[in-house]
């Protein structure tokens, strides 16, 4: 494919050629890492790596996402962001190291994911989270970086929390009242959404009319399920106390920075054109067939100042299909089925420990 892949639109590519544009990209990028990153390059030689064995996108090493945790890993000495992983039961974080190469294209692969499933025109926007988090603007954390990265996507931006993560309900009732009836564009992190926002309106009996809201959310879904809250409950209990309907979740970690996987109508995440997912058996690493669960395995291309163009997550999916999706995009489908046994529990909205 000789065409800029961003100029495509980002669900456009079927099986064959999708995969044949990311061996080629996967292929040079690990070689790069490899000549750059001298931990990766000792990694790869104890795993007997040769170049030659990656005929298909399954034959590629995937790095086990918590060794960012343990090891400093980058492939450039032109570093302009670094952004930390959440995580809660331990003093680690994983450590992701941006050049100026690469923070460009985790822009424009987030413009054209977004633009998909939004109109060009920048909404007003609620943010379901504090502006306190937004204080080093050159070390993010996950969550404060997933919050300017969303950011980006609005206009007038209002913060639905002070400091302490108290709802500000002054706030709130203004910006349903300034644009009453208009599209707006709401985002925050699954766990405080349900925790901060919806509990707290539910409890002093506060009803919003934001019925041509966008909602995006995303983490924190493993809180969620020790309550026994479903998607599906989730995005009817949200309905029925704020009048949003149109509820899209993403999945996505700091140490890929640039692959977000979104769901679409039906509640499908999908694969854009410059990354994908492979599914794993846990305990041989071999590739299951489509439908079932594994260990999910992310490819992209994004990643140029970090070898975190492959990676072995620590949480189990599991794909539903491949360029069929009733939606229309093409590309894999899947489903995020939580955290693998054993590997820590996280999430970006995880991360605030309380009031």
């Known amino acids: 494919m000789n065409r800029d892949i961003f100029s495509l ?6 099986k064959e050629q999708k995969e044949a544009f990311l061996l080629k990209k996967l292929q040079e990028l690990t070689l790069f890492h490899k000549l750059h990153c001298p931990e990766y390059a000792n990694i ?13 996108l399954e034959d590629f090493f995937a790095l086990p996402v918590r060794l960012f945790k343990e090891y400093d890993l980058k492939s450039s000495n032109e570093i302009v962001k670094t952004l930390t992983s959440s995580g809660t039961t331990s003093t680690q974080v994983s450590k992701i190291y941006l050049d100026k190469e690469t923070a460009r294209l985790q822009t424009k692969a987030l413009i054209k994911i977004m633009q998909d499933f939004l ?75 349900w925790q ?9 009996n506060i009803k919003l009319h934001l019925d041509k809201a966008i909602l995006f959310h995303s983490g924190g879904w493993k809180k969620l399920e020790d309550e026994a809250v479903s998607d599906s409950y989730f995005k009817e209990s949200l309905a029925k106390q704020t009048g949003i309907k149109n509820i899209h979740n993403f999945y996505g970690m700091v140490e890929q920075v640039g692959s977000i996987f979104v769901a679409c109508e039906y509640g499908h995440l999908h694969t854009p054109n410059f990354a994908d997912i492979i599914i794993r058996d846990p305990f041989s690493l071999e590739v299951l067939e489509h439908g079932k669960e594994g260990i999910i395995e992310l490819l992209s291309i994004i990643p ?21 999706c009733k939606c229309g995009r093409c590309g894999k489908y899947f489903k995020v089925l939580g955290r693998i046994k054993e590997a820590e529990v996280r999430g970006c909205s995880d991360t605030f420990e309380g009031k």
């Not at 639109?9 to 079927?14: A, G, I, R």
């Not at 030689?45 to 040769?50: I, P, Q």
């Not at 901060?196 to 002093?204: C, N, P």
């Open 304 to 324: 140029q100042s970090y070898p975190g163009h492959i990676l072995l997550s620590e949480d189990r999916g599991v794909i539903l299909g491949e360029d069929d």
């Open 44 to 56: 790869l030689l104890a795993f007997g790596y040769k170049e030659q064995n990656y005929k298909t």
């Open 196 to 204: 901060y926002f919806y509990k707290e309106l539910r409890k002093e």
């Open 119 to 193: 109109s060009a025109e920048r909404l007003p926007m609620l943010i379901l989270d504090t502006k306190a988090i937004l204080k080093d603007r050159k070390k993010f954390s996950a969550r404060a970086a997933g919050v300017m990265g969303l950011a980006n996507f609005g206009r007038k931006h209002i913060y639905a929390f002070d400091e302490h993560m108290n709802l500000d309900r002054e706030a709130i009732l203004a910006f349903q009242e300034e644009y009453k009836d208009q599209k707006v564009l709401l985002f925050g992190f699954t766990f405080m959404i």
């Open 9 to 14: 639109s980002p669900y456009s590519l079927k």
